[in-house]
């Protein structure tokens, strides 16, 4: 069985996807990006859109009753891996000890420095 999880509190995106699903006694977040709630890219820096980017991933694990503490893996896209240690920066803002698992690579992107997707573990 599988529950959509839908918020105000983050892009809800243009594609056929939910902004999360939870399944399995986990809740798996799609790729978000630096958007808006009008789906805007906002931010120019690494820093701005990676910011941008953990926070509509937090309010999308807010509603499922989640928080970023319950996130145990990360997957990370960014345009151009000489952003790497700046990225690094920004998130490590967003976590705290222990930090989740994390794959992050380089890939075209559609007009954006960075997508990235979580799982969480949900507390039921």
Same mark, same amino acid.
């Given at each position: +069985?599988?529950?959509? %999880?839908? &918020?105000?509190?983050?892009?809800?995106? #243009?594609?056929?996807?939910?902004?999360?699903?939870?399944?399995?006694?986990?809740?798996?977040?799609?790729?978000?990006?630096?958007?808006?709630?009008?789906?805007?890219?906002?931010?120019?820096?690494?820093?701005?859109? &990676?910011?941008? &980017?953990?926070? !509509?991933?937090?309010? %999308?694990?807010?509603?499922?009753?989640? &928080?970023?503490? #319950?996130?145990?893996?990360? !997957?990370? %896209?960014?345009?151009? +891996? !000489?952003?790497?240690? *700046?990225?690094?920066? +920004?998130?490590?803002?967003?976590?705290?000890?222990?930090?989740?698992? *994390?794959?992050?690579?380089?890939?075209?992107? #559609?007009?954006?420095?960075?997508?990235?997707?979580?799982?969480?573990?949900? *507390? #039921?």
């Amino acid at each position: +069985m599988r529950k959509a %999880i839908r &918020t105000q509190e983050a892009s809800p995106g #243009d594609g056929p996807y939910s902004q999360g699903i939870v399944s399995g006694g986990f809740l798996f977040v799609s790729g978000q990006g630096p958007l808006d709630l009008e789906g805007r890219v906002i931010g120019e820096t690494i820093e701005e859109q &990676t910011d941008l &980017t953990l926070q !509509n991933i937090k309010g %999308i694990l807010e509603a499922a009753g989640c &928080t970023m503490d #319950d996130v145990v893996k990360v !997957n990370v %896209i960014l345009a151009d +891996m !000489n952003d790497f240690s *700046r990225f690094n920066e +920004m998130y490590r803002t967003h976590f705290s000890e222990p930090m989740p698992a *994390r794959t992050c690579f380089g890939g075209a992107l #559609d007009g954006i420095l960075v997508e990235i997707d979580v799982i969480a573990k949900t *507390r #039921d």
